[in-house]
């Protein structure tokens, strides 16, 4: 890297207006290499992830794409939708291939291409400050940060990640063009694309107010400013500052008023907006390397000497403003995040100042010129973020018990130390407290060198050190979710389109039942685009996108409506959650897939017009277990046989003790809100069941419609008698029906101990 002078930089380079196309070709040769490269990396980590598993936020993309791509328009499993993101639309095209894993790789290598173009706007952006070589460093860091990885997912980061990066450019474009022949030109642009930013991504709302906080902050150090300030009282001050945080709550106030996110986390969880702050930028910190962290909060300080610059003044307000809105904006997401979902590290959305902080630390490193008291405060802001704040965020340090942390991918190359080299979570923080010290020590020592030779190699070293981290880290994440990726493929198994295949793109109808874990449908849903809706008879099915419950006649017809005269949409097929849902047609294919621990199958049925059902049963989760409320069989057609009923807890060896076990049979009927109930019981059977049995029954059926209940006494808690079980259902026994028509020849009327 080049030598600064002592009074500034003075190696951002001449700009050459008579340069020749050729000499232009040449200049921009590196940095279309360190594009290429970084794009082959991640073409090859996009190709060996086998399937999406990030749900719901892929299926969510997923489902405006094809709408989008199928009829113009965005929406899911049939609804209308918003658009969401400007993501979706890019996507679009590639889901005009309706095969859908050639589809999927043409979504994946295309957000590759998108995400790594970052290197352009971060380029652009530090060549405004810093020479060639520094520059191509700060581009080549932000497009090597492990959030890079998401260039294998079907998430808007892919887009919005390079957008934000592009905004950055053209405001600070526009503050060192300002008053010159094209500075309304650039004006323009900054403000049209940061209008634009909000429907690029949502959380890019915060673009705007970063443009306007920058404005703010690079007009209090001016000139004119300064003379006005002059003159200025105590009492001046004071009541600017009454102004400030006045505005500051004026503002909450509004938002609290419109937003209840925003209410709720202002009034009840404001601490947590810090230390869950805190947490995104020590996970960013890790993924980074820490120095960047170090090096872009300490280029917000001048240097002694330094002079005074309009493009160091710009750079300056846009990453102070960045840190400001990001920070805000992660912290109050993760806390209100922590009251209705789950505590997690939200690293995910603070990226976005990863480019500011990289070209903040090419500009150290290319000036060798720093504030070394800014420095120390940085470097101690680091050390508390890494060996602090993120040590011990949730449950445990760095996360390093499990193999990735979606949301933060920065922690990716500490999990992989430890699943790989079996760092612990104790030596990671002595490592990361060790880059923090060392990339100190290095910044500092720069501008104490003599040699410039001996500045310029350190330098450089300290510079390929932070970027093979950060691709370190990129590669440790991906290796972790393409990991992930080949065990959810597990789930589904191959041919993961085996609907598509058989129904070829006729309208397919998904019913569940039991569903304690949607992973498996999520996917089957993914892969198979003529499942146009997915619906469930307990409700326990969900989204993205409408999944409510069928209404059901006698006789098991099912209508979407409120009059089963006008049933509303019918359907060619029907994948059936076998053998809790029995559909009437022929069986056209079936599939096996992991559930409840389980292998299960997947029945495709070739359905009837109307659509109905000749049975369903409720109550049993996918490994068998009848819950709290027990489970239940109805039966609405061809009823006259005989009922095989297995309880069982073969499964469970535990002092459960004996419980007394009723099967109550009698009428199906349909109550107000169109459901199967039992009514009038004609007959009951009862026995018992215990530890280690199974009782098998056999009863006679009569009725063409008829409902039965099985109802287990004394349930139990695995939990309560095993403490190291993770499993607190409230169990009764494993249930299974099966219905024959006539009476197997070694079967035995009644029940049975097996």
């Not at 106030?253 to 969880?269: A, D, K, N, P, Q």
């Not at 979570?425 to 104490?448: N, S």
Request: hydrophobic content about 45%.
């Amino acid at each position: 890297m080049n030598a600064a002078a002592s009074t500034g930089i003075t190696n951002a380079g001449p700009r050459h207006k008579t340069r020749s196309l050729s000499d232009r070709l040449l200049a921009i040769l590196p940095l279309l290499s360190v594009y290429v490269w970084l794009c082959v990396v991640y073409l090859v980590e996009a190709w060996a992830r086998v399937t999406p598993w990030l749900f719901t936020d892929e299926l969510t993309m997923t489902q405006l794409s094809r709408s989008i791509a199928d009829t113009g328009r965005p929406a899911q499993r049939g609804q209308a939708n918003s658009l969401h993101s400007l993501y979706t639309a890019m996507t679009a095209p590639a889901w005009l291939i309706h095969h859908v894993p050639t589809a999927y790789s043409a979504v994946k290598y295309l957000d590759v291409f998108v995400m790594a173009s970052v290197v352009f706007p971060t380029y652009l952006l530090a060549r405004l400050l810093v020479g060639r070589r520094a520059a191509l460093f700060a581009a080549a860091s932000a497009a090597a940060i492990p959030s890079l990885a998401y260039t294998g997912y079907i998430v808007e980061e892919n887009l919005a990640y390079p957008y934000a990066a592009l905004c950055f450019f053209l405001i600070a474009k526009a503050f060192v063009e300002r008053g010159r022949a094209h500075g309304r030109r650039w004006a323009t642009a900054a403000v049209l694309a940061s209008a634009v930013a909000p429907i690029v991504r949502g959380e890019l709302v915060v673009i705007p107010v970063l443009l306007l906080l920058a404005v703010l902050f690079a007009i209090w150090p001016s000139d004119w400013a300064r003379t006005r300030r002059r003159s200025w009282s105590i009492g001046d001050y004071v009541g600017t500052l009454v102004l400030v945080f006045g505005a500051i709550f004026l503002i909450s106030g509004i938002m609290s008023h419109h937003s209840y996110e925003w209410l709720v986390v202002t009034r009840i969880f404001k601490h947590r907006i810090l230390n869950m702050a805190d947490w995104a930028a020590g996970a960013l910190a890790i993924g980074m390397g820490v120095i960047p962290i170090v090096g872009g909060l300490a280029s917000l300080f001048p240097a002694p000497g330094e002079q005074r610059k309009r493009e160091v003044r710009a750079f300056r307000s846009i990453l102070l403003a960045a840190i400001v809105v990001f920070g805000v904006y992660t912290g109050m997401k993760a806390a209100y995040l922590s009251s209705v979902f789950a505590t997690r590290v939200e690293e995910r959305n603070l990226i976005y100042v990863a480019p500011l902080l990289a070209v903040g630390t090419a500009l150290l490193l290319d000036r060798r010129r720093v504030n070394l008291w800014a420095l120390g405060g940085a470097a101690a802001f680091a050390a508390y973020l890494v060996g602090y704040a993120i040590y011990h965020p949730t449950q445990f340090p760095y996360e390093m018990n499990v193999q990735l942390y979606s949301d933060a991918l920065g922690l990716a190359i500490l999990q992989q130390a430890n699943r790989y080299y079996l760092w612990t979570p104790e030596f990671a923080r002595w490592v990361l407290l060790g880059i923090t010290a060392g990339g100190t020590l290095i910044l500092a020592l720069l501008p104490r060198l003599r040699s410039h030779r001996i500045a310029g190699a350190l330098a450089a070293a300290l510079a390929v050190g932070i970027v093979g981290w950060t691709l370190t880290g990129e590669i440790a994440a991906a290796a972790g979710s393409n990991s992930i990726s080949r065990e959810a493929a597990a789930t589904l198994r191959h041919p993961f389109s085996w609907v598509d295949d058989a129904t070829k793109g006729k309208p397919t109808l998904y019913m569940g039942e039991g569903e304690a874990d949607q992973n498996a449908e999520w996917m089957l849903e993914f892969w198979n685009r003529s499942i146009v809706r997915v619906s469930s008879l307990d409700g326990t099915v969900g989204g993205p996108g409408p999944s409510g419950g069928p209404n059901l006649t006698a006789d098991g017809s099912l209508y979407w409506t409120k009059n089963p005269s006008a049933p509303g949409a019918e359907y060619a097929y029907a994948v059936e959650d076998w053998p809790c849902v029995d559909f009437a047609g022929t069986l056209a294919a079936f599939h096996p897939h992991r559930a409840g621990g389980l292998v299960k199958n997947w029945h495709l049925i070739k359905l009837t017009s109307p659509n109905r059902l000749r049975a369903m049963c409720t109550g049993i989760y996918p490994d068998g277990w009848s819950g709290a409320t027990d489970s239940a069989y109805f039966r609405f057609s061809q009823g006259q046989g005989w009922l095989h009923i297995i309880v069982s807890r073969k499964e469970w060896g535990g002092p459960s003790g004996p419980s007394p076990v009723h099967l109550l049979v009698g009428k199906l009927v349909i109550n107000d809100n169109a459901q199967p109930i039992l009514g009038d019981v004609t007959h009951e059977v009862d026995t018992t069941i215990d530890s280690n049995q199974l009782q098998t029954c056999w009863l006679r059926t009569t009725a063409s419609r008829f409902a039965v209940h099985v109802v287990v006494d004394k349930k139990f808690v695995p939990h309560d008698y095993n403490p190291s079980s993770g499993d607190t259902r409230e169990l009764g026994a494993q249930v299974t029906y099966h219905f024959f028509p006539t009476l197997p020849k070694s079967a035995v009327p009644g029940c049975t101990s097996g």
